[in-house]
């Protein structure tokens, strides 16, 4: 079964749901629109009981370019552009209550606001040279979504170095970082990554859900993002590029 969207595309095989970010053409880069079908097929897959595993990937062996900030900008502005930070906490948190582990399939780049989307997986299979860049710091911004995801998953010493050098971490530097299970040929990401999914979706149903709501213990993501936003606000002014 599939579920066809403008931006997000979602297929079920058996107990494995796969989520496709779907703007090939602009490097699957994030809107509003994109942001809201992201949330409604999580939701969507946190309601299923017959899925184990989920399998996150990039449309056209690309993960994700981050914000599009020509649509951001544009003229006339869009009309969820005054949501679109509600709408980028929604998407977040449905990923945040997937009762099921999420692999994610980094090939080329999770730059920015991609790359609060690849932090947000469970495991993460990362191209050998595909990278994960949060660069925020270069233009100015504050990365408050990427940062709740830091400090969910990782260590204050991994945050530090993420964000605060705004550089390029390509796949063996994600490794070493522990933010990457997996390196791969670059033409082996997405083949790995779901064969990664498959064998964790046969596990029994009751070891999964139990696992990631053991992990889940004692999580103050919500609280997290509501004090790291409202402690980035002055700092979430897009800059005056127009490129994504």
């Known amino acids: 079964m599939e579920i066809k969207n403008d ?5 079920f095989n058996e107990s494995l749901a796969t989520v496709t970010l779907n703007r090939p053409d602009r490097k699957n880069a994030i809107t ?4 809201e079908e992201l949330a409604a097929a999580f939701e969507e897959i946190n ?4 899925v184990k595993a989920v399998l996150l990937h990039g449309a056209d062996g690309s993960f994700c370019s981050g914000l599009d900030l020509k649509e951001h900008k544009a003229e006339p502005p869009p009309s969820w552009l005054g949501q679109s930070l509600e709408l980028t906490k929604n998407a977040h948190k449905a990923i945040f209550q997937c009762p099921v582990p999420i692999i994610g399939a980094l ?3 999770a730059i920015n606001g991609g790359a609060a989307l690849a932090l947000a997986c469970d495991l993460l299979v990362v191209g050998e040279k595909s990278y994960l860049q949060i660069g925020e710091i270069k233009i100015g911004m504050a990365a408050p979504m990427n940062l709740v995801w830091l400090f969910e998953n990782f260590s ?3 945050a530090r170095q993420l964000v605060l050098t705004g550089r390029k971490f390509f796949g063996p530097e994600l490794q070493n970082l522990g933010v990457a299970l997996d390196v791969v040929p670059d033409n082996k990401v997405l083949e790995h990554s779901r064969e990664l999914a498959q ?3 046969s596990y029994p149903a009751s070891g999964i859900h139990a696992m990631k709501r053991i992990l889940r213990v004692g999580s103050t993501w919500e609280e997290r ?3 790291f936003y409202s402690a980035s606000q002055g700092s979430m002014k897009l800059p005056p590029s127009t490129q994504v």
Request: glycine share 4%; hydrophobic share 30%.
């Open 47 to 50: 309601q299923r009981e017959e």
């Open 199 to 201: 064998e964790i979706s």
């Open 225 to 227: 993002a509501d004090k």
């Open 32 to 35: 509003g629109p994109l942001n």
């Open 7 to 11: 931006n997000v595309l979602v297929s």
């Open 156 to 158: 204050p010493e991994v």
């Open 107 to 109: 090939e080329r780049f």
